[in-house]
């Protein structure tokens, strides 16, 4: 008989215990994503990762999807592309007049119906008031999480095959300046980079990447839910050690080296747009997507304190400075909606929910948010902006 040696015992030993252990924690993560969906705690996500275009939403879908800001289930359709609204032919009939608008969350709107949205009461306003003349199409390229660099490459790939006479980029003040830069955020999607002699170099999604979070984002309640988890818990340990937001830093007067790094991609970024949409036959321009913390000066205190910054050190108004210099020394037409919307909420206080604009008076635009902005950027329009030929032209109604 032959006997076992001690150390194979051993190894046999550590083995079984391996994959006991193993077993046990399967049984443990089978038993949380059960409990996850039997809870109903988590919404399957509405946006996948794309190679190509860095994230869209579900392609053809149309269903009711909860929306934790809200509070409330919306009616969300989506097109074969997969954004928001009907699906429309590439080829632009005659007597019809196309507007692509692309941004982040703050367009593609989720939080409320698709008939409260910005684009769908821009679309309504502008067919409104012509009548006898061309139709208007709008068109919502908004996908949560976009950055301007990723609206490029959804650009290039997407939205020019629908050949729009109007291409709004919508920049978000709230993060887009930090979302362009792979410095200021780790979230997974396309970036673009300066290379030694000042151009734009796209760094693509890595495909193994985006197609395990792809499967695991459509199978697995649990791995949905932990990223959000994550999130929240990253946001307070900021608060906890009094580190500022990456998106707070546009307020910065004296931004570090890595936040002006940021604002001279977005220029080259948004040059490089316009430029491509010139090329195409469209305008382009630019609208600037306002804060809750740029209307009530308490909400802009508050996160500033919160990170253990300096107030002094920080401008609200600053955000629409530079984006008129970007954009003037590009040609691009700007429109600012900062003192519009603090027109709309005269009294400057959160304490005044019946001026609200912002869920919750601090998050995504309420459907009044969405009606305002529509119609801000309808008399931009109608007033015949942004001009061909990439006329600078920068105002703030």
């Known amino acids: 008989?032959?006997?076992?040696?001690?150390?194979?015992?051993?190894?046999?030993?550590?083995?079984?215990?391996?994959?006991?252990?193993?077993?046990?924690?399967?049984?443990?993560?089978?038993?949380?994503?059960?409990?996850?969906?039997?809870?109903?705690?988590?919404?399957?996500?509405?946006?996948?990762?794309?190679?190509?275009?860095?994230?869209?939403?579900?392609?053809?879908?149309?269903?009711?999807?909860?929306?934790?800001?809200?509070?409330?289930?919306?009616?969300?359709?989506?097109?074969?592309?997969?954004?928001?609204?009907?699906?429309?032919?590439?080829?632009?009939?005659?007597?019809?007049?196309?507007?692509?608008?692309?941004?982040?969350?703050?367009?593609?709107?989720?939080?409320?119906?698709?008939?409260?949205?910005?684009?769908?009461?821009l679309e309504q306003l502008l067919n409104q008031t012509s009548p006898g003349g061309p139709r208007w199409e709008v068109f919502n390229f908004g996908v949560p999480g976009a950055s301007t660099g990723q609206e490029l490459a959804l650009w290039r790939a997407t939205v020019r095959k629908y050949r729009p006479d109007v291409v709004l980029c919508a920049f978000f003040v709230g993060n887009?300046?930090?979302?362009?830069?792979?410095?200021?955020?780790?979230?997974?999607?396309?970036?673009?980079?300066?290379?030694?002699?000042?151009?734009?170099?796209?760094?693509?999604?890595?495909?193994?990447?985006?197609?395990?979070?792809?499967?695991?984002?459509?199978?697995?309640?649990?791995?949905?839910?932990?990223?959000?988890?994550?999130?929240?818990?990253?946001?307070?340990?900021?608060?906890?050690?009094?580190?500022?937001?990456?998106?707070?830093?546009?307020?910065?007067?004296?931004?570090?080296?890595?936040?002006?790094?940021?604002?001279?991609?977005?220029?080259?970024?948004?040059?490089?747009?316009?430029?491509?949409?010139?090329?195409?036959?469209?305008?382009?321009?630019v609208v600037l997507i306002p804060t809750a913390q740029q209307v009530y000066p308490e909400s802009l205190l508050k996160a500033l304190a919160s990170g253990g910054a300096e107030p002094g050190n920080f401008d609200a108004d600053y955000p629409e400075r530079k984006m008129d210099d970007l954009c003037r020394a590009s040609g691009v037409p700007l429109l600012s909606m900062i003192v519009a919307f603090r027109r709309a909420a005269p009294s400057r206080s959160l304490a005044k929910a019946d001026e609200w604009l912002f869920l919750r008076g601090e998050g995504h635009f309420n459907p009044r948010g969405h009606q305002f902005a529509a119609e801000t950027i309808y008399r931009w329009i109608a007033s015949g902006n942004p001009p061909p030929f990439g006329t600078s032209k920068s105002i703030s109604p």
């Open 1 to 121: 008989m032959t006997e076992t040696s001690p150390v194979v015992g051993s190894r046999k030993r550590l083995a079984a215990r391996l994959v006991l252990l193993g077993g046990t924690l399967a049984l443990c993560l089978l038993a949380l994503e059960g409990a996850i969906r039997l809870l109903g705690a988590v919404s399957p996500p509405m946006t996948e990762r794309d190679p190509v275009v860095g994230q869209r939403l579900v392609r053809s879908f149309a269903g009711k999807v909860y929306d934790a800001e809200a509070k409330q289930s919306v009616l969300v359709r989506t097109d074969r592309e997969g954004f928001r609204g009907p699906d429309r032919p590439y080829e632009k009939p005659q007597d019809v007049r196309r507007v692509a608008i692309l941004g982040d969350s703050m367009i593609a709107a989720l939080s409320v119906e698709e008939d409260q949205t910005l684009v769908a009461r």
């Open 176 to 285: 887009d300046l930090a979302d362009n830069s792979r410095r200021l955020s780790s979230n997974p999607r396309i970036y673009f980079e300066l290379d030694e002699s000042g151009r734009l170099v796209e760094r693509p999604l890595s495909a193994a990447k985006t197609g395990l979070s792809a499967w695991l984002n459509r199978h697995s309640r649990l791995y949905v839910w932990q990223k959000e988890a994550f999130r929240h818990v990253h946001y307070a340990w900021l608060k906890q050690a009094h580190m500022l937001e990456p998106g707070l830093w546009i307020y910065s007067k004296q931004p570090p080296e890595a936040v002006a790094a940021a604002w001279k991609l977005t220029g080259a970024l948004l040059a490089q747009w316009a430029e491509e949409a010139r090329a195409a036959g469209s305008r382009f321009g």
